[in-house]
């Protein structure tokens, strides 16, 4: 292996960095596979982090436990030694693998402090354009992990039940949703918060090619209504027709039977035409659910770039709303030209 050195111990030196970045961008640093070499890979993090920047980074190889390279070239040839630098780790990975297994993550407390910890390890990247992307980086790691150990625990929870599992939102383990349910069989219809407003976009499929940014903006206190609305966005991004049956068959498939139940137990909703005032009401009723959103993410410090916003959403789920937020203004240009033209005619 060519352009290879030795630090002669475990400390790198910021000195010792700025050399071997003259003689390349990208150096790979390789640790032996115990404690110490583990503990001098993270060292070696945190001395490089600060300067990296376009075109300047640092990757890690950490070795079988118990060996350095010598060993593992005289053990397994430099085959083997070839196939663990082409497996090197960038320095977030390096930086995400620390944080994320410094402490168990079962409580809110804890995954707020990976996030934390997360978050000021960026800070100290002084190039701004790579801060930023690390932290977007980290966010979206975040997130996906937490999901993950969402429906980890989930799974688990309904394996541990009695007799056959079963899954969310059927009859063995009922819905976030229940009480919604509850609330139609008593005939408290309009109680049950913005599932008007998803119904009417259901049996008026025109007023989802207008209004799915801001409907996919919506924050709904019930669950069946938010699994709702999330089917009609689904089937509008796959192209396929919206209606009643579609929409309760696309629940189905994903195990919420009691959210499918609130399609049967509401009545048709009139139709009406989507460049209209009852359109242009419909939205502005919308409008209150996607302000109560800003408000929450307001209150509780966090906005949608955060990973600690809506947790209940999935990784896919997250960033298609998330693309949908750059996507409102054009929206509202829209409504405001279909506007014009209607009080014009």
Known sequence: FGNAVAPLGTALTEEQLQLIWR????????FDGDRAGLGAAYRALDRALPFAEPGRSVFF?????????DDLIRAKGPGAMAEQLAARLPM????????????????????????????????HIRHAGVKSAYERDLKSRLRDY????????RAATYQKRPGKPGRPGSAQFPAEGEPAQEALKQGAREKIAGLSLVLRAIDNPG???????MLAQCAFADGDVTRLRDA?????????????????????????????????????????????????????????????????????????????ADPTLSPQEWRRRHQMVAE?????????EASSKHSDS
């Open 207 to 213: 007023l989802v090619a207008t209004g799915a940014e």
């Open 146 to 153: 937490l999901w993950q150990l969402r429906e980890a625990k």
């Open 92 to 123: 977030s990975e390096l930086l995400w693998r620390r944080e994320r297994d410094a402490e168990p993550l079962d409580t809110p407390e804890r995954q707020a402090g990976l996030e934390a910890r997360l978050m000021a390890a960026c800070g």
């Open 232 to 308: 009609v966005l689904d089937l509008a991004n796959d192209g396929i027709p919206i209606d009643r049956s579609a929409i309760t068959a696309h629940l189905a498939n994903s195990g919420n039977i009691r959210a499918a139940g609130l399609l049967k137990d509401y009545p048709v909703t009139p139709q009406i035409a989507t460049n209209g005032s009852e359109a242009r009401e419909w939205l502005i009723a919308l409008e209150q659910y996607v302000a109560m959103r800003r408000s929450s993410d307001q209150e509780t410090g966090f906005g949608t770039d955060s990973a600690s």
């Open 23 to 30: 003689a390349g961008p990208e150096p790979v640093m390789c």
């Open 61 to 69: 190889v950490l070795l079988p436990d118990g060996m350095d390279p």
């Open 328 to 336: 409102r203004r054009a929206l509202k240009a829209r409504m405001n």
